[in-house]
């Protein structure tokens, strides 16, 4: 009898054009919310207080995108990375509706890019994932590529091909998931921050100075409750056996942190409208410190909205670190504290 | 003037008969709900999801039988087993009703056996509990039964009657906390398996492959949760002066595990409807890392229903090792990686 | 241009009479008193069960008072207490409205009294701080003093006024967050305890006997629950450069554990009405285990209520020490192991 546990899929067990529906539907509560505060010390208005999100014109206070993301990502693990060596990057990540307490989260992923390594015994598998809610309104929408072991080294290939992809979400397609803002009701000092859309300028840079120490058992009660089931972030008897010895942070975990630091310098970035790209330049383990810095590449006004502009960000975490000195890269070279380097596009009032 | 702190029963102040109405009610909510699937990854589909309960046929997305077991278990620790040595083991367990978030449960229990070691300084008690909702609504009963010292070593023994418990719980009287299935639309994809009640047959035997190492933290907030107050759990001051040097996990989280580990090859096995016994062959410490396998002992119809079918499993979790080869007891001797043997029945859509 | 993150305020920010509108509004849902429970094993019966509420005049299961506490005293972190070396004191703290799941909480502050010390790097800010439901309710008031650092020695001092504070809160005055009880419907044995009002006396001492070891992720959970950013509970990293080389444990946190562990004593005391003082005398570091225990300071009545009389406690807890003995101060000198000294005022049924 072949058994029925799910050893997960493998390189050479992808197809190009692959549509895989993902278990396992999963409905977001109150208690989700209190959670990913408890776990990453988030404080923008718009989600944490219900009477701040209805005054500025949404029907109640919506979920955290980076938790909606979490969330969706959460549901493809078991089908695209069981058997992942690493999450290279992200993209094209687009938000489509807010999502409420009380929505029920499902995912389907699309398989837009195969690509094996010279070495034959990995591949990179590029993917579209979207994320819906019960009745059929996408949420969002980001594709992925992540390194995945192959079962076999011999097995051929099963495609070649490398998906070219913008390198920024264009702004015009911005905004879906956030209603008209009824900007005189936006109340700054509740919000935090004086700081208005108006007064960001494209090459300025933040350093968000606090620290966040992460513990094991943070990372792995956050990526639990998004049912990530990753076998590196909490297999401590396996990952004793590979060169870290240690169990290796969820990425998505230190962008939550990340930007939960980032309130102190953009407290009004209420939303993340989309994500243009990621990348985990190192590892995280539990016992570290990240800090964070950002800077503003960008900033536009969006197509028939005088409500919100769009800063175009970009987020660099490091690890044991202050960003007193906005640690980065040079040329392909980064500082080695750096962990993580987020491209974004947030709205923030007019 | 005596004092009013609640010292624990011992074993001499329990009688047989004896019904023991137990403090707090405790509403059960969408919070508890999040922090479950926080602490133990549990992915079951009708638990986390409240648009897939409707579909099959339930008002709305139930309580994870575990989390009711747990909750209903902590009533009782106050009353029964302060002063336990050991929770020795369960049997006769049966859902009664599904609970849902927002319902508020207490629990009643009546002594039915007492039985004094023979070095007279501890006692076993045996001991019916049920829990019960707010409207009087009998969610569920099970008989336990815990090492608990003595006071008094000179004291008389309070009885001497051990009950004669059956070794399962009879099918016919199972799935009564599970309403009519509308199996037609139950996904299976969605689930997260293809396997259904007619797929398993039994001896088969399922490695549930991933593994999840417990921190301190974890079992704590898990435990206190339930309200479940024993010492052994959370007093590292006493416990560094007991022979372990450590805090004991409860042996209900390692139930919880071991459960939510089972997804992966038991994803359509969505309702707990009776436990059998089980047994905690050792105890679990912080830092260890839970694996599981699963065997069917037995399966049946239920009387009546179509929808369903009942697979009686055997789970045996084990600390430190895979289950590769399935590690198990031989006689009375137990792998030294075994720590929870559970015999259980599950329904599965047929 | 000038930075747009918050350095927090310094001693010589600071002005008398000077009002603080703080960010950000909190709504409070059952997720937060789930964790709650959770994070500090908190049993009392009126807030962990609806039914229990209800039967007594409660319109549903009010918010831990310590819990609004936590979340008023997190808003002003940011604004008061981000460059504090140590929270002094606290007093006059009275209830106003119950806090029902659902409510949003925001908080003002007025500084009531500066005093520069005689080191001239350091002052001590003296507050009154008010927190409000979204319709205008006072929930909370409660003056707290803090020593703040000096940005620059040579700054003036901003004022030179210590206020004069009662040493408690006016029994008249207390009550406002309770509606009438409905006694005949107080089930003390679901509330876990037949002691009322009636039998405690002025001078009676309750060891609490439970101890509870408190880890890094529990308090840093916590405290970012609250959304209190203070520096020296989340950032190993700056800590380990400290002369403690620790993170420091939220002293909120302690009252938290503190009264939780009173429950085993004063499961009756199912209001905190007011806080006369407290006094963190020692900082508490995760790994080390609280123990507590009580003392009747007073008992009243309360003008106009033939429902529930008010008992004024004071927990004393400790860490690494049981309190069979009562371990307290002599003078102005504590025990070692003492580490909280919280005077209050409970209400009980009568």
């Known amino acids: 009898m072949a058994t029925k546990t799910n050893p997960g899929n493998f390189f050479e067990d992808f197809q190009l054009g692959q549509e895989i529906v993902h278990a396992v539907p999963r409905t977001v509560t109150a208690g989700d919310v209190a959670l990913y505060i408890g776990l990453t010390g988030s404080r923008f208005a718009l989600h944490a207080s219900e009477a701040f999100a209805r005054a500025i014109g949404y029907g109640k206070a919506p979920v955290d995108d980076i938790l909606v993301f979490h969330i969706v990502f959460g549901r493809t693990v078991a089908d695209i990375s069981l058997n992942a060596i690493a999450n290279l990057g992200y993209a094209q990540c687009r938000f489509g509706a807010p999502v409420y307490a009380g929505d029920t989260l499902s995912a389907v992923s699309e398989i837009i890019g195969l690509k094996e390594n010279s070495n034959r015994a990995t591949g990179i598998v590029y993917l579209r994932s979207t994320g819906f809610k019960q009745d059929g309104t996408r949420v969002l929408e980001y594709v992925r590529w992540v390194m995945v072991r192959k079962r076999d080294q011999a097995a051929p290939a099963p495609g070649d091909h490398v998906p070219r992809l913008p390198v920024a979400v264009e702004p015009s397609t911005l905004g879906d998931a956030c209603p008209p803002i009824n900007a005189a009701a936006y109340d700054f000092t509740l919000a935090g921050s ?45 990952q004793g056996q590979e060169r ?85 890269r040079t040329g392909d070279d980064y500082d080695p504290a750096v962990i993580l380097d987020l491209d974004y596009w947030v709205l923030m009032p007019r």
């Open 194 to 238: 004086p700081h208005r859309f108006a007064d960001y300028v494209a090459g300025e840079r933040l350093d968000h100075i606090d620290g966040m120490t992460v513990e094991e058992a943070e990372h792995q009660i956050a990526t639990r409750l998004y049912q990530n089931t990753a076998r590196v972030h909490f297999n401590q008897f396996a």
């Open 244 to 328: 870290s010895g240690r169990r290796l942070i969820y990425g998505g975990h230190v962008i939550s942190i990340a930007r939960a630091l980032s309130f102190n310098g953009l407290a009004n970035a209420f939303h993340i409208a989309g994500i243009n790209g990621g990348r985990h330049v190192a590892p995280l383990f539990a016992g570290s410190t990240v800090f964070a810095w950002s800077e503003v590449l960008d900033k536009t006004e969006l197509p028939g909205r005088s409500d919100v502009g769009a800063l175009r960000l970009r987020t660099v975490a490091t690890k044991d670190r202050p960003c007193t000195d906005f640690p980065d």
